[in-house]
């Protein structure tokens, strides 16, 4: 109703100047002879005059009509220039008001419906620096008055921003516009009213205030870094600390553009994902995976058999497969590639200076310093262990330490406690429970995969129970005594005895011991860093896990990229880390993809949204492979085929889920994805079937009624 009411007024008032002919007199020759006519009527009737013209100005400028700076030159020839001004500079500023909020309840809601994505790098830019772009543009004649009004309705920027920063901005253009009104009777035309130098000083002064903040910014970076020398020359351009995903992909971008580049890292190259993450974490699920095929061989119409699980043979050839891809992290390599690696522990001694204290049995031991222009924290993280009682002592494991211990084991551990329902906690019960362990898993929530929907969720505790695992959720963990877990759920306590126990609740930046606190650089759970993913110090940036705000490992690589190349060349470009469609894998079997929105966090941020989903168990390849357990889910506005989020659970959904991550990225709908041909048999054409019941669902019924009545008639 709102915005019908708006579309009225704004018709009626068009309609009107077209009625009236007002065109003609908000033209000079008319206007010329408006105030002739109004002169006296004005000297025996101000405040009618006054008010009746400002009503007049403000639905002119309202309604995007032409005239405005007509009307302007009159108020100067008719009011002087003090009082013409300040009628003209409030007049405009609330028509331009008024043309903006219609812009906005009018055509807002439609426009960012469609153009959602691409207006939301704007609306951001604009609430860090909306009154700036305003202004510049407001003191610039070039740029149409009522365009502005119009694009900014479409905007973010608050309403009491737009209305004193266009009054400021449009002030010095409208003494001028009033001042030769005063001399009206002179002017033949309106274009040689601003010359060449006039609107070169507005220009000038719109660009004031965007040199004032550089100034201010200059101010900001001197006093961070007051206190410290900057060396006149430097060592290095850059050194990174860390040589996991976020280091390796830093430095490498560095050594490709010719920069002199430091590694330092104190354990294994390849960091956390290659020796004791990502990487063993999956060659245990395969070898796990594959005992459970042999467990369940009647499925595919063998004889089943129980696995014989020589568990020292098992991890060696997890570490056989981390020995086989160490090469592509290895020093060797990145030393062949232009990377000078150090093995050893660095700190950042100033904003300029990193010292390293050399493991690796070279040099006499003294620390060697290296000054470098700039710097990248990529030091990682670590599993968080929950203060409980008894755990010190308990010789608990984690997902970093547990693959020394379990090299030394003839068996798997008989009883296995998992405490946690997240990612690592999920694969690392499924995995011992198929190599033969009797895992009970412990989580606090009610759910496992909290962050997850509901459904899949559910998916995910059926598929562990089924391969062995006592799933525990709403169980709080309270102390360790015993060699057991002593858990608590409605009010009553239960023990979990252990042979070994797991501790699998998340994982934490590592901040200490790299001079960051001496420094001063901020950190909270993770190191504070701006969207350029800088810190306090404009040369100090952080990527990877340290940062967060994601704790993959090809969130780490895709960060390096940001913050090497704005470590390198920030002075002349910066690029804003851009988050907007990141990948997730949780490796059970079935595994469990998602990008984007999922329900659960479309309805908590009040995005509408229509679901889609396809049964595996309707996919032939599925059907064939005996893998017709899971779904693929699709968010999409309603009514449009643009993609918000998928998720899907099944076989080989990690692999899936990547013609979705293209699709979000490239702003690929679903219709494009059922119009390309996919292979058959394969598990990619779910997500081709998944895009055709999007297109079932919003099928043209009432076209198809008319279509149906054409083929009746063609039937004769």
């Avoid at 000038?204 to 206190?227: E, T």
């Avoid at 690029?575 to 998602?594: G, H, Q, W």
Wanted: aromatic fraction near 10%; hydrophobic fraction near 45%; glycine fraction near 10%.
């Amino acid at each position: 109703m709102k915005k019908i009411l708006i579309i009225a007024a704004l018709a009626a008032i068009v309609a009107a100047y077209f009625y009236f002919d007002l065109g003609t007199y908000l033209s000079l020759e008319g206007i010329k002879q408006a105030v002739d006519d109004a002169q006296g009527f004005y000297r025996d009737n101000p405040t009618l005059v006054l008010g009746v013209f400002f009503l007049i100005y403000v639905a002119v400028t309202a309604a995007s009509l032409p005239g405005a700076a007509i009307m302007t030159l009159a108020a100067g020839a008719l009011f002087g220039l003090v009082t013409g001004t300040i009628l003209v500079s409030f007049a405009s500023t609330l028509g331009a008001t008024l043309a903006f909020l219609a812009s906005r309840f009018v055509l807002r809601d439609s426009i960012e419906a469609r153009f959602g994505d691409r207006l939301k790098s704007i609306n951001e830019g604009l609430e860090r620096d909306g009154a700036f772009y305003l202004f510049t543009l407001r003191m610039i004649p070039a740029v149409p008055f009522f365009v502005i009004n119009l694009v900014f309705g479409l905007t973010r920027i608050k309403t009491w921003t737009f209305a004193w920063v266009s009054q400021i901005g449009m002030f010095l253009g409208t003494i001028a516009f009033v001042n030769a009104g005063t001399q009206l009777a002179q002017i033949e035309t309106t274009s040689g009213l601003l010359s060449p130098v006039l609107i070169g000083s507005f220009v000038f002064l719109g660009i004031v205030p965007w040199v004032a903040k550089g100034i201010i910014g200059i101010i900001k970076r001197r006093k961070v870094y007051k206190g410290f020398t900057k060396p006149k020359s430097f060592d290095r351009n850059l050194v990174v600390i860390g040589a996991g995903s976020a280091g390796l992909v830093s430095s490498l971008i560095a050594a490709t553009v010719k920069a002199k580049v430091t590694l330092v890292e104190a354990n294994k190259m390849g960091g956390d994902c290659l020796n004791t993450g990502c990487v063993p974490s999956k060659a245990l699920i395969k070898s796990a995976k594959v005992a459970s095929q042999m467990r369940h061989a009647d499925k595919y119409g063998l004889k089943p058999i129980e696995p014989e699980v020589p568990f020292r043979e098992t991890i060696a050839r997890v570490m056989d497969i981390i020995k086989t891809i160490e090469p592509h992290d290895s020093v060797e390599r990145y030393t062949d590639l232009g990377v000078d690696v150090v093995e050893g522990y660095a700190k950042v001694i100033d904003p300029w200076t990193v010292e390293i204290a050399r493991n690796d049995g070279q040099g006499d031991g003294t620390p060697q310093r290296l000054t470098t222009r700039s710097i990248v924290i990529a030091a990682g993280a670590e599993p968080f262990v929950p203060p409980l009682e008894g755990l010190e002592d308990s010789g608990y494991l984690t997902s970093d330490t547990m693959w020394e211990a379990f090299a030394e084991m003839d068996e798997a551990p008989k009883r296995v406690a998992v405490l946690g329902g997240g990612p690592i906690g999920c694969e690392l019960s499924q995995a011992l429970a198929r190599l033969g362990s009797n895992v009970t898993q412990v989580e606090m929530a009610p759910r496992v995969l909290g962050r997850e929907d509901e459904d899949v969720s559910a998916l995910a505790k059926s598929s562990l129970e089924e391969s062995g695992v006592t799933v525990l959720t709403d169980h709080k963990a309270l102390r360790v005594a015993d060699g057991a877990l002593v858990v608590e759920h409605d009010g009553a306590e239960k023990q979990v005895p252990y042979d070994a126990l797991i501790i699998a609740v998340g994982r934490a930046a590592r901040l200490s011991g790299y001079g960051l606190e001496e420094l001063g650089v901020d950190t909270a759970k993770t190191v504070v860093t701006d969207e350029f993913l800088a810190t306090k110090f404009p040369n100090i940036f952080a990527a990877g896990d340290v940062a967060g705000p994601y704790q993959f490992t090809h969130t780490a690589s895709h960060q390096a990229w940001f913050a090497s190349v704005n470590a390198l060349f920030g002075q002349f470009k910066k690029f804003k880390a851009d988050y907007s469609v990141i990948p997730a894998v949780t490796f059970l079997d079935p595994e469990v993809a998602r990008v984007g929105l999922n329900e659960t966090e479309a309805t908590e941020q009040g995005v509408d949204y229509e679901v889609t989903t396809y049964g595996l168990d309707d996919l032939d390849r599925a059907i064939t492979e005996s893998e017709t357990k899971g779904f693929v889910k699709v968010l999409t506005p309603p009514g449009k085929d643009n993609v918000l989020g998928a998720t899907i659970v099944g076989s080989h959904a990690g692999e899936l889920l990547a013609e979705y991550v293209l699709a979000m990225k490239y702003k690929i709908g679903l219709n494009k994805i059922l119009g390309t041909i996919h292979s058959y048999p394969t598990m990619a054409e779910a997500n081709k079937f998944a895009a055709g019941n999007w297109k079932k669902a919003n099928k043209p019924e009432k076209l198809l009624t008319y279509v149906e009545k054409y083929h009746n008639w063609m039937r004769g």
